[in-house]
């Protein structure tokens, strides 16, 4: 079969883009057509998120894109934030961001009294306070819940506004705490127990389910007239493993962006007590698949550090050659800390952090970055290691795809932290794993295995061996009080 285009919509919190990408049979080739900012805009009811302003975005992408003829559209984004739609279908407000400050307290609360373990037992998540369960409990007694009658998720309400077509993509619905992970369908008893109106659930979708032609208005302003728009695994995490060009089963991955996801690939859920324990999430994935990881706090410690700095992306080559030649392990951080969650002051919490730890806190901007990335490294090893443990699984390989990718300092420290050889790439996995799925409703690659093999023989990677030095590592997780 011959080749075919299709077009990616992908926002990530700190950037959004529209990915062109020519897939066929030996071929997989991405042209991005449009890149643009993403951040928090904080209002006085708190921080959200201008989904307007990236909706006018995306259509200028899309007109960009027209002139790659694409057979379909795909769109996905974070996951948990969502707006809520009224009786007539208007956005009732701006979403909130997940990093909003509502959910403090509200989530541990509400945890306890649903019963962490009875929510582990339906949802099999990790605790996040911003899963969209505590978001609802938060946002219990407001006019806008009170006026909704639809709740749709970023991808979701992308697609709405796209098509006019209403339903919740299953990757990205597994992220809300309100999908039982074993069915696949909503838990409508623990909506209505957190205080939202089961029936503004809409109805579920899968990975490659059609949403429809773009509506009129649309398929003229972007000159794309027929081209529908196809469900894709709308949750960006699961794309980004759809993405992975792993070659072998035993491998493990870190979708490292804002976050750093880092897990395994499951056949079906583990929701043991010592799954819920060591606070690993299963998130759905295609084909039936899980998504066995933990959300680690990522780049956001590099990116908020960056911004507090008065520092563009730009710096950043010249800032990491620099932290390369810092001291090893002089102060480290659990970056999974709470108060990293929000934005603001980054390395003023990370010198607090380390005053709190009886560590001298990293003076300069390289040895702040040092201490960042061999936290990072160190909480990478962890999580892989002790998924490994909890499903009995060999993992032989360790697979970084995302902006991580491009981190040459923080592939290699991983690779030392983990004792494990890092693959890093493709940088735009994500977009690879949006085009994979809308190529397979369109007939044009087969299974994951497959998917997996397209992007490996034609996507970049490149290879970091660890070091050997496991006493050097073991000692600083120790240091953390992680014996992993
Ligand atoms: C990554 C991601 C994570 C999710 C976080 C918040 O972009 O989607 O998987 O936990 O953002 O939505």
Known sequence: TASRSFAAVDLGASSGRVVAGRIGAREL????????????????????????????????????????????????????????????????????????????????????????????????????????????????????????????LVPDLIGYWLTGSIGAEVTNASTTGLLDVATRSWDTALAAEVGADPAILPPLREPGSP????LPEVAEATGLDGVPVVAVASHDTASAVVGVPATV?????????????????????????????????????????????????GLWLVNESLRTWGMTADQLPDLLARAAEEPAFAALVDPDDPRFLPPGDMPARIAEYCRATGQRPPQGHAAVLRCVLESLALAHRRVIRTAARLTGRDVSVVHVVGGGARNELLCQLTADAVGLPVLAGPVEATAIGNLLVQARAAGLVGDLERMRALTAATQQVRRHEPSGDEAAWAAAAARLGWRD
């Open 29 to 152: 080739a991405l042209t991005e057509v449009h890149r643009f900012p993403n951040g928090g805009v904080p209002l006085p009811d708190g921080l959200h998120w201008d989904v307007v302003g990236l909706y006018r975005e995306i259509r200028h992408g899309l007109r960009r894109a027209a002139e790659h003829a694409p057979a379909s559209i795909g769109v996905d984004s974070w996951a948990v934030d969502y707006g809520l739609l009224d009786g007539d279908g208007a956005l009732l407000g701006l979403p909130h961001h997940y990093r909003d400050a509502r959910t403090d307290g509200v989530a541990a609360s509400t945890a306890e009294r649903l019963g962490a373990d009875r929510l582990y037992a339906v949802n099999g998540l990790q605790f996040l306070p911003f899963n969209t369960v505590f978001q609802l409990a938060a946002a219990r007694g407001t006019a806008a819940l009170a006026a909704a009658r639809t709740l749709l």
């Open 211 to 214: 949403l429809g032609p773009l």
């Open 249 to 297: 089963p035993d491998f493990a991955y870190i979708s490292c962006g804002t976050w750093s996801l880092a897990g395994l690939e499951l056949d079906a859920p583990l929701r043991t007590e010592a799954a819920r324990a060591a606070n690993f999430t299963n998130e759905l994935g295609v084909d039936g698949t899980v998504r066995f990881l933990r959300n680690v706090m």
